[in-house]
C-alpha cells in the first residue's frame, strides 16, 4: 500500500514537471532556429529599413501586461499580437500573476535571456522597472511602453493612448455637464499607488484650479477603492454617507466605475448622483442602460495593443527610431508621427478617448 | 493544541463571557466614529455595513470550524472566486436558470474543492497550511482559465441571479439572512450536535480522539468540506452582490477571514473558539471597512490605523481574560 | 503550534539521536528529503536546459538574481518556523525598511549610512514583533505579525504616500546586478549568509536550542534555556533578513515605493516548508531549505523562458508544492507530525 502511494506520488511529481515543460516546446517551436540569430537579427533588421519585409518572420516580439486575468489587458494583447501576426512575426504575451513591478522585472529578464527583438511593457511602476529595461536596451533589445508608462530614461518609445491632459479635461468637462455647473463631486480611483490614474487626477485638478468656468465646482474628496470590488463599494457608500449634496462621482478605473454603478442601482439614486469616468464597456453596458451612467470613456485597447504592435516593429526593423518627427504605417491604423513628451521623452499618441453612452454601448459591449 | 481539555473545562465552569474586553472596545470604537461623523449611526449605514459584511461572517463560521480542528484555509479567496465564477458563467449560457440553481452549482464547486482540500489534509497528511496554500494557487489558475481570463459582466448575467444579493424580506437583506441562517444553523450544529462536539475534540487533543473512537479523518474531511461549502455559498453571493465576476475575485480575502476568526478568539491552534466571540471579531473588521472612509482620514493613514486597532484589540481582550482567568483561580482557592 | 510537536513526547537527546541514526543508515541516509529535493531540482534544471535553448551557461547563474532576494528571508524563516511560530509581516518590513532608506538617502543621508539604516529598521522591526510573541503567549505569532504587517506597511504609506522614491548612486545598482567574475553578487552574498546561517543552526548551542524549543517549549523552559531571549533573537533576526531583502529589492529596482514586497510572506513561508520544515516546529534543517528556494525560483525561471502563462505557472507551483509535500509523507521515513493510532 505504502510503496503504491510511493510510486503514485513520485509518478505526479515527475509527471507535471514534463507536462508543463511538453506544451510549451510546442509554442515556441520556432525558437530554435530564430534564437541562433537572436543578437544580430537587430542588426539585420536595421540595414533592411528600406523593406520591412525583410525582417518578416524572424522577429520576436514581447509585450508585458500588468498582471494576468484582466479582460482590458487581454484585449489590449490580443491586439498587439494581431499586428505582429499581420507581419507574420512571432509574438509574446506575458504578464504576472500579481500587479508588481518585481513580476515584471523577472518576465523581462526570461525575455532577454531569450533574445527577443523588442519588448513592450505596461508598467506596473514608472520607474521600478527601468534597472531591467536598462540592461534590454544594451542587450540590443527595442523596448517601447504602451498604456502605463515607464520614465524617459527606460524606454525608447511611449505609445500613449491619449496625453492625461486629454482625459483628465475630458472627465473634467464630463463632471462639468454632469453636475450642471456646479456642486460637489468626488473621484473613485483605483490604488493610491496607480500611476496612470494619479497623472489623470493631477491633470484633473489642474484644469480645475485653471479655468474660471469650474469655479463653483467643488472636489470633496479622492476615494481610493483599489481595484478592489469590496473596498470600492464601501468607499462609494461613504461618499454617498458623507457628503449627502454629492452630485457626481468620477472613476477614471474600471473597477471603481462598475462598482458605483452598482452601488448606486442598488440605492436607486439613477438621476441623483451621476457617475462617469473610465469603464470598460462590457462591465459598464448594465448601468449605461439604466441611466445611472450617461455616459463614460475609453479607448480602444484592441487599438492601443495594435499600435503597440507596429510600434514595436517599427522600431525593430529601424523604420523609426524613437526621435520626435519620426513617422510610420501602423496597418490599418494608418500614419502615427513620433512626437516630444511632456517627461522629456517621445510618444506616439492614439487619439482622443471614445465616448460611450446608451446610443453606441449596445454595439460595444460584446466587443470588449 | 493551547486548549487542552483542562481549558475547555474552565471555559464551561466559568460563565464569564471571555470576550467582553473586545465586546467593549467595539462599543468604544463605534462611539468615537459616530463623535467623528453622526452619518455612522443611521439606519442606512447600518444596513450596508451589515451587507457588506454578511459574506465574512459566513466564511468565518467555516473558517472558525477548520480553526478549531487545528487547521487553516489559505484556499477560501480563491474558492470563493473559483465558484463564483462557475456560477456565473452557467448563468451567462443559460440565462434562464433560476437564482437557487446557480447557488447551488457554486456550493457544488466549493463543496469539491473544499473535499480535496480535506483529503490533502487528512490522508495526504499534508499540513494544512501548506495543502491549502497549493490549492489556493490551483484554484485561482483554474478559475483564471475557465474564464479565459475574461469577466462575466453585469449585463451578461440575468436579473434573477443578480437580485439574490439585492433582494430580501421587508427591509432587510438577503444576504443578511442568509448569513444569520448560516450562524445560527453552525451555532446549533457546533454546540449541541455530537459530530459538531466531535471537531473540538479532535482539535483539543488529537490522541484522546481518537482513543475514544472518533473518526479523525472523517471531522477533518468534513469540516474542510463543509468550509469549501460555505466558500462556494459565498462565492455565488459575492458575484451576485457586485454583479461581476473576476479572475481575481476576493485575492487575499482569506487573510480577513482569519482575521475576523482570531479576534473573535479563535485559537489558530485548535481547540477554542465561539460562535459569539466569531460574530464580535467579523463586526469588528466590518466596522473598520465601513467607518474607515467615513471619517475622513487620509487613505495613507488608513492601514496604520487599522492595523493599530486590530492590535490593540487582541492585547486587550488578552489583557481582560488574564484578569478573569486569575479572578477565576482566585474564586477556586476560596 | 509548537505544543503539536510535543506530542511526540520526544526530548532534544532522542531527537538527536534518531537524526544520527538517520545519518549513519545508508539506505535510510539517501531516503532523505533532501536527497527528493535534489532529486526534483536536477530534474527541473535538465527540463530547463533541454527544452529552451537560453538555459545554458551563465543563465544558469543570473537566473538566481531573480529570487535571490525571497531566499535572504527563507533564511531566517527557517528559524521563526522551527520554533513553531510564523511571521507574516516580513514583506511589509521589507518594504518599509526600503521606504525608509530611500527617503533618508534623498533627505542627505550618505548612502553607506542609509544601507546601515535599512538594517536597523528591519531589526526594529522584527525586535518588535519579537517582544510581543514573547510577552503575549497567548497570541499566537500569525495573529501579532498580521497586525504589525498591517501597520508596517501603514507606516510605509504614511512616509511616501502615492510617491516613489529613488535616485540612489549607481554603485548601489551592484548589489543586485553586479558580478564578481562570472557569479551575482546577490548569489554570493546569499551563499555566505546561508553558511553563516547554517552553521548557527546545526552547529551552535543557540541552534540546539532553538530545536529543543520546537519541539517542547515548556520543557525547554524548565531545562534552563532562555526561551523567551531565544525567540526575540529569531525575531529580530528574521527583522533584519527582510531588511537585507529590502537592500537588494531595492537595488533591482532602483526605485521604491510602499507597495513592494507584496505577498512575499507566502512565497517565503513555501520555500521553507517545501524544504521539509515543519511549521509544526522542531522539525527540518538549512540545507533542505535552501534547495526549496532554487527549486521554485529555476522552475518558475523556466516556465517562464518558455512563456508559459501566468495561470498555468500558478497551477503547476501549487501542485508541485502539494506533490512533494505528498511524495515526502509516503516515500520517506520522516517522523510524523502525528503519531499513528
Not at chain 1, 480611483?189 to 469655479?215: C, F, P, V
Not at chain 2, 473544499?114 to 489556493?136: C, D, E, F, Q, Y
Not at chain 2, 481582560?320 to 477556586?332: E, M, S, T
Request: glycine share 10%.
Amino acid at each position: 500500500m505504502k510503496k503504491w502511494m510511493t510510486v503514485v506520488c513520485l509518478l505526479v511529481v515527475a509527471a507535471f514537471v514534463f507536462a508543463a515543460c511538453a506544451p510549451a516546446a510546442e509554442t515556441t517551436s520556432q525558437a530554435p532556429e530564430s534564437s541562433a540569430p537572436a543578437e544580430d537579427g537587430t542588426e539585420a533588421g536595421a540595414e533592411a529599413s528600406t523593406g520591412t519585409e525583410a525582417a518578416a518572420g524572424s522577429g520576436k516580439h514581447a509585450i508585458v501586461f500588468k498582471n494576468t486575468g484582466n479582460p482590458y489587458g487581454e484585449k489590449e494583447m490580443e491586439g498587439f499580437e494581431n499586428a505582429i501576426k499581420e507581419a507574420g512575426q512571432e509574438a509574446i504575451l506575458r504578464a504576472p500573476d500579481q500587479p508588481t513591478a518585481e513580476g515584471q522585472i523577472q518576465i523581462i529578464e526570461e525575455l532577454i535571456a531569450q533574445g527577443v527583438d523588442s519588448i513592450t511593457v505596461v508598467a506596473n511602476d514608472p520607474d521600478a522597472l527601468q534597472p531591467a529595461l536598462t540592461k534590454a536596451m544594451q542587450a540590443g533589445i527595442k523596448v517601447s511602453a504602451v498604456d502605463s508608462g515607464v520614465n524617459a530614461q527606460s524606454r525608447e518609445l511611449f505609445v500613449n493612448q491619449a496625453g492625461s491632459e486629454l482625459i483628465g479635461q475630458a472627465l473634467m468637462d464630463a463632471a462639468y455637464d454632469m453636475c450642471g455647473g456646479s456642486g460637489e463631486f468626488a473621484i473613485l480611483s483605483a490604488t493610491s499607488q496607480a500611476t496612470n490614474q494619479n497623472a489623470w487626477i493631477e491633470a484633473l485638478q489642474k484644469i480645475m484650479e485653471g479655468d474660471e468656468k469650474y469655479k463653483d465646482m467643488e472636489l470633496v474628496k479622492v476615494a481610493y477603492g483599489d481595484d478592489l470590488r469590496d473596498k470600492s463599494v464601501s468607499e462609494t457608500e461613504a461618499l454617498l454617507q458623507s457628503y449627502p449634496d454629492l452630485k457626481c462621482i468620477v472613476a477614471p478605473t474600471t473597477v471603481g466605475i462598475a462598482a458605483a454603478g452598482k452601488v448606486l442601482t442598488d440605492k436607486g439614486l439613477a438621476g441623483k448622483v451621476a457617475l462617469t469616468g473610465l469603464g470598460l464597456p462590457s462591465e459598464m453596458a448594465e448601468y449605461i442602460d439604466n441611466g445611472v451612467c450617461e455616459y463614460m470613456f475609453l479607448w480602444n485597447p484592441l487599438d492601443l495593443g495594435y499600435l503597440a504592435g507596429y510600434t514595436a516593429m517599427a522600431l525593430t526593423d529601424g523604420t523609426i527610431t524613437g526621435a520626435a518627427g519620426d513617422k510610420f504605417e501602423a496597418g490599418t491604423l494608418g500614419e502615427y508621427t513620433v512626437v516630444d513628451a511632456s517627461d522629456g521623452g517621445t510618444e506616439i499618441i492614439l487619439g482622443p478617448p471614445f465616448r460611450f453612452d446608451s446610443a453606441n454601448i449596445a454595439e460595444w459591449k460584446d466587443v470588449y | 493544541m493551547k486548549a487542552s481539555a483542562n481549558t475547555l473545562e474552565k471555559n464551561k465552569t466559568k460563565k464569564t463571557f471571555r470576550e467582553l474586553g473586545l465586546l467593549v472596545f467595539l462599543i468604544v470604537l463605534c462611539v468615537i466614529f459616530q463623535a467623528i461623523n453622526p452619518t455612522f449611526f443611521t439606519w442606512e449605514n447600518l444596513a450596508d455595513m451589515l451587507r457588506n459584511t454578511s459574506i465574512l461572517a459566513i466564511l468565518a463560521v467555516g473558517m472558525m470550524m477548520v480553526m478549531v480542528t487545528g487547521g487553516i484555509d489559505l484556499s477560501v479567496g480563491a474558492i470563493v472566486a473559483l465558484a463564483g465564477m462557475v456560477s456565473a458563467l452557467t448563468v451567462q449560457y443559460v440565462p434562464q436558470l433560476p437564482a437557487f440553481i446557480a447557488i447551488l452549482i457554486g456550493m457544488g464547486v466549493g463543496l469539491g474543492c473544499g473535499a480535496v482540500n480535506g483529503v490533502l489534509v487528512a490522508k495526504g497528511r499534508i499540513i494544512p497550511i501548506i495543502a491549502t496554500l497549493g490549492m489556493m494557487n490551483v484554484f485561482r489558475g483554474l478559475t483564471y482559465l475557465i474564464s479565459g481570463s475574461k469577466w462575466v459582466s453585469a449585463h451578461q448575467m440575468s436579473d434573477g441571479f443578480k437580485s439574490i444579493a439585492t433582494g430580501g424580506i421587508g427591509p432587510i437583506n438577503t444576504l443578511i439572512i442568509i448569513a444569520v441562517i448560516v450562524v445560527l444553523i453552525f451555532y446549533y450544529f457546533l454546540n449541541y450536535n455530537r459530530t459538531g462536539r466531535y471537531i473540538y475534540a479532535v482539535g483539543s487533543n488529537p490522541e484522546s480522539a481518537v482513543i475514544t473512537g472518533i473518526k479523525k479523518d472523517r471531522i477533518l474531511i468534513m469540516s474542510y468540506t463543509l468550509l469549501g461549502l460555505l466558500a462556494g455559498l459565498a462565492g455565488v453571493l459575492w458575484v451576485s452582490k457586485f454583479a461581476s465576476a473576476q479572475g481575481d475575485t476576493a485575492t487575499g480575502y482569506e487573510m480577513n477571514v482569519i482575521a475576523a476568526c482570531v479576534l473573535g478568539g479563535v485559537s489558530v491552534s485548535g481547540g477554542t473558539g465561539k460562535v459569539g466571540g466569531l460574530l464580535l471579531g467579523v463586526l469588528l473588521l466590518g466596522v473598520l471597512q465601513n467607518a474607515l472612509p467615513l471619517i475622513n482620514v487620509s487613505t495613507f493613514w488608513e492601514d496604520f490605523i487599522q492595523g493599530i486597532i486590530i492590535l490593540v484589540a487582541i492585547l486587550l481582550n488578552i489583557s481582560v481574560k488574564r484578569r478573569a482567568d486569575k479572578n477565576a483561580l482566585k474564586r477556586r482557592e476560596i | 503550534m509548537s505544543k503539536m510537536a510535543s506530542l511526540n513526547k520526544r526530548t532534544n537527546v532522542e531527537l538527536d539521536r534518531s537524526v544520527l541514526e538517520r545519518r549513519l543508515e545508508p539506505k535510510k541516509f539517501f531516503l532523505q528529503w533532501e536527497w527528493l529535493l535534489v532529486a526534483i531540482l536536477v530534474v527541473i534544471l535538465i527540463v530547463n536546459g533541454s527544452v529552451s535553448d537560453y538555459f545554458r551557461g551563465t543563465q544558469i547563474l543570473d537566473a538566481t538574481m531573480n529570487f535571490m532576494d525571497k531566499g535572504f528571508m527563507v533564511l531566517a524563516m527557517v528559524f521563526v518556523i522551527l520554533l513553531g511560530e510564523i511571521d507574516i509581516s516580513i514583506g511589509s518590513t521589507a518594504a518599509l525598511c526600503s521606504v525608509i532608506m530611500a527617503v533618508a538617502y534623498n533627505a542627505g543621508m550618505p548612502m553607506e549610512l542609509s544601507l546601515v539604516l535599512c538594517l536597523a529598521v528591519g531589526l526594529g522591526c522584527g525586535y518588535v514583533n519579537g517582544i510581543l510573541v514573547a510577552k503575549y503567549k497567548e497570541v499566537p505569532s500569525m495573529i501579532i505579525t498580521l497586525a504589525t504587517m498591517t501597520i508596517y506597511r501603514g507606516i510605509a504609506y504614511i512616509i511616501l504616500e502615492d510617491q516613489a522614491s529613488g535616485g540612489f548612486p549607481d554603485w548601489f545598482q551592484y548589489l543586485s546586478w553586479g558580478y564578481v567574475g562570472p557569479i551575482p553578487f546577490s548569489l554570493l552574498m546569499f551563499i555566505v549568509l546561508a553558511v553563516i546561517f547554517g552553521l548557527l543552526l546545526h552547529k551552535s548551542a543557540f541552534g540546539r536550542q532553538i530545536y529543543a524549543m520546537g519541539n517542547n517549549e515548556t520543557t525547554s523552559r524548565y531545562s534552563g534555556i532562555k526561551v523567551d531571549r531565544n525567540k526575540i533573537i529569531v525575531f529580530t533576526l528574521m527583522g533584519l533578513m527582510a531588511g537585507v531583502c529590502a537592500l537588494f529589492l531595492t537595488s533591482r529596482m532602483a526605485s521604491t515605493r510602499p507597495n513592494v514586497a507584496q505577498g512575499y510572506e507566502l512565497d517565503v513561508i513555501a520555500m521553507v516548508v517545501l524544504g521539509g520544515v515543519s511549521t509544526a516546529g522542531g522539525k527540518g534543517n538549512m540545507p533542505g531549505a535552501i534547495l526549496a528556494v532554487f527549486i521554485v525560483g529555476y522552475l518558475r525561471y523556466g516556465l517562464g523562458l518558455i512563456n508559459i502563462s501566468a495561470q498555468v505557472m500558478m497551477i503547476i507551483i501549487g501542485l508541485l508544492l502539494i506533490g512533494s509535500v505528498l511524495a515526502s509523507n509516503f516515500l520517506l521515513n520522516r517522523p510524523k507530525a502525528l503519531p499513528k493510532k
